[in-house]
C-alpha cells in the first residue's frame, strides 16, 4: 500500500505544471499575501510562490491552467502580471 501512495505521489509530481508570473508593481508582504491568496483560489492551484525580491509568482498546479484565468485572478487583486 505505501509503495502505491509513493508511486502516486511521484506521478502526480511527473505531470504537475509551473507557471511563472511577473508582477512588477508588487512592493510590500502584503502584496504578495493579496497575490498568493488569488492564486491560490484557482481550480487546480496546489501551490503558489510569490517573491517580492523577484517581483515574480510561481504557480504550481495539477492541472494545465488557462493563461486568460490566471491574469483575471490577478487582475482582481488589482493588479496585472506577465506569464513568461
Known sequence: ????????LFLSVLNAYEYTLEIPKI??????AIVRKALLKIDGVNKVNVSLENKTAIIKSDKELNESIINQALFNTGYQGILK
Open 27 to 32: 512592493h510590500c508582504p502584503l502584496c504578495t
Open 1 to 8: 500500500m505505501k509503495k502505491i501512495l509513493l508511486l502516486s
